[in-house]
């Protein structure tokens, strides 16, 4: 689908034919096709009339993601600076998610970026190993009582994503970050509405109103009570006697349960996905012969849980094959059409494989310094819940063909409404 808007990328030059990235996801493989199709650099344009550009190649992407012209700070952007922008666009949370290690560039990303490191450590994360084997046995054993009673065998199916996929990264975050449980229903809620690519202007306002109320609220509890949990990490946190603000630990604390949960969701959902439809593959990893790590590595690659990452800008016109972003214009990264990029992963790069050999090359994480910094934790709770889902119940299965399964409409994710499954 390509269209046309009064919102020209490039102000002063010929406006290029776009490609409408469809807002309620009904055909993202073929889009992505479209996308790489385009070449490295595909003109497109977000829902609302925002046109952007696509990087949608493996080589390019590496790139730009290390490219000192393309920045994260908004103000660059034309089209923002110009007013063309509401401040009630959907995809606003997105693409201006307030002050933090993510949305900087140079000396302050660096500053940033080493006070966090000093929060989310590699041993922080690693310590979290034994709380998620506990959550993720009692989600199952939940799982299990539903299939004495009835329910996903001969009974009827279980909706995974809800009763387990949802669930786990969720109590993870709760835990990481010292939430009390029962905020987290609303919070549920909320980041649903943050990524709904279609939600009303006045849903807009109010969600992003509401998560700044509750992350700060959070904060002022730990600052006051500090613990033994990310948030009070990220109060303490000091290099040189410089230390982050309340508002840079709420952005970053929004940052890491946006990215790190829904990330880790669809990581597990669409690796339950692609075992199930393909059964040889399922039987490889299932006997042994093949590492569990395999197959979230091929599933970060090949239906990569981020589809589109916004957005980075350009302080100069930056060439990209034979195509140019113009100074100003704005750029979000592909992942979804990277994932399945033949020049980086062969004439195969199609097909889901976990034996292949390029499975650590793709980017799908991010690449450079602003790489995501939930990776590490969203890979562990995957590589501790499948091997435990399957262990359980090893002949579990779709309920319906995968032709039915539907993505919710939110743009930048690739997020399944459900997954019904019979447990077997």
Known sequence: MTTDSGIHP??????????????????????????????????????????????TRHAEARALLTDPRMVKDINVWGAWQRGEIAPDWPLIGLANPGRSMLTVDGADHRRLRTLTAQALTVRRVERMRERIVELTEGLLDRLAERQADGGGDGGGPVDLKAEFAYWLPMYVVADLMGLE???????????????DTLAA?????????????????????????????????????????????????????????????????SLIVNAVVNLSTHPEQRDLVLSGEVDWSAVVEETLRWSAPTSHVLIRFAT???????????????????????????????PSANVFDITRTTENRH???????????????????????????????????????????????VVTQNDLYELPVRLG
């Open 316 to 346: 100069e016109d930056v060439p990209v094959g034979d195509k140019v972003i113009p100074a100003g214009d704005a750029l979000i990264v592909s992942y979804g059409a990277i994932g399945r990029d033949e020049s980086a992963h062969g």
């Open 10 to 55: 490039g102000t002063g030059s010929e406006t290029p034919e776009r490609i409408a990235l469809d807002p309620f996801v009904s055909d993202l493989d073929g889009e992505s096709a479209r996308l790489r199709a385009a070449g490295p650099l595909a003109a497109v344009e977000l829902p609302g009339g925002v046109p952007v550009w696509a990087v």
């Open 181 to 195: 449980e029962e905020q987290l229903p609303r919070l549920k809620v909320l980041f649903e509405n943050f990524f």
């Open 201 to 265: 202007p006045e849903v807009v306002l109010a969600t992003l109103a509401e998560l700044s109320e509750m992350m700060t609220a959070t904060v002022a509890k730990k600052r006051a009570n500090l613990g033994d949990d990310l948030t009070s990490a990220l109060i303490t946190a000091s290099e040189n006697g410089d230390q982050l603000t309340d508002q840079e630990i709420v952005s970053t604390l929004q940052v890491i349960v946006a990215a790190g949960h829904e990330t880790t969701i």
């Open 363 to 409: 980017i799908s994480f991010g690449h450079g310094p602003h790489v995501c910094p939930g990776a590490a934790l969203s890979r562990l709770e995957a590589g501790v819940a499948l091997p435990a889902l399957y262990r359980r119940f090893p002949k579990l299965d779709l309920a319906v063909p995968a032709s039915e399964l539907r993505n919710k409409p």
